[in-house]
């Protein structure tokens, strides 16, 4: 059993079967396999050499539904499960994943955000090293994408989308940004599809 309160919340409204296996695989998680749940931002670290796993979007979902269909509510997963659907759902159905670039004055913490769910979108309560991440994307009223970032460090976030792809550095403390391509004067097309670039 393991200490729920400790674990990303996933946000991912139209998947209610997959978040609940999410929370279904950690509450029957054994903690004495070895492998500890704060560990997960582990599982969504990236580099130049792990760019092949950001197509694994497609397979992540069979899998998850997969898993759903293996083990219905009331059968609980394996007590080995959880460790693998948080990986699947968070990097590549989410689509988070962590980087540090190297930056003069030391590291700078990157997210790659790769957007193809339907939002409401995120993740709250991810740790990271010491600290502790929240992201949301939502639609405004008047469209575009809206991303509620709390990060008690500053962050160089890029949230790429089917058509765009935004980069933003991100300020310590709670903030909300709007991201559209309208009132952009910075926007790029590079093979056709537009990016916005710091």
Not at 89 to 100: D, E, F, M, P, R
Not at 161 to 181: I, N, R, S
Request: aromatic content about 6%; glycine content about 4%.
């Amino acid at each position: 059993m393991t200490d729920l309160a400790q674990l990303p919340q996933p946000i991912l409204d139209h998947r209610p079967a997959w978040i609940d296996l999410y929370w279904r695989a950690w509450a029957a998680f054994d903690p004495s396999l070895g492998w500890d749940p704060t560990h997960l931002a582990d599982s969504l670290r990236v580099s130049a050499d792990d760019a092949n796993l950001l197509d694994r979007h497609e397979a992540a979902q069979v899998q998850l539904d997969a898993w759903c269909a293996r083990f219905p509510p009331p059968h609980a997963p394996p007590p080995d499960l959880a460790p693998q659907v948080a990986a699947l759902l968070l990097a590549h159905v989410i689509g988070v994943q962590l980087s540090k670039v190297d930056a003069p004055d030391g590291h700078v913490r990157q997210i790659l955000w790769h957007l193809r769910e339907p939002v409401p979108v995120g993740i709250h309560n991810l740790t990271w090293d010491d600290y502790t991440i929240s992201l949301l994307a939502d639609h405004p009223k008047g469209g575009g994408l809206v991303v509620n970032i709390n990060s008690p460090v500053a962050l160089l976030l890029e949230i790429i989308t089917p058509h765009t792809t935004f980069v933003e550095f991100a300020a310590p403390g709670p903030q909300t940004l709007t991201l559209t391509v309208l009132d952009r004067t910075d926007v790029q097309t590079n093979s056709g599809t537009p990016s916005i670039m710091l």
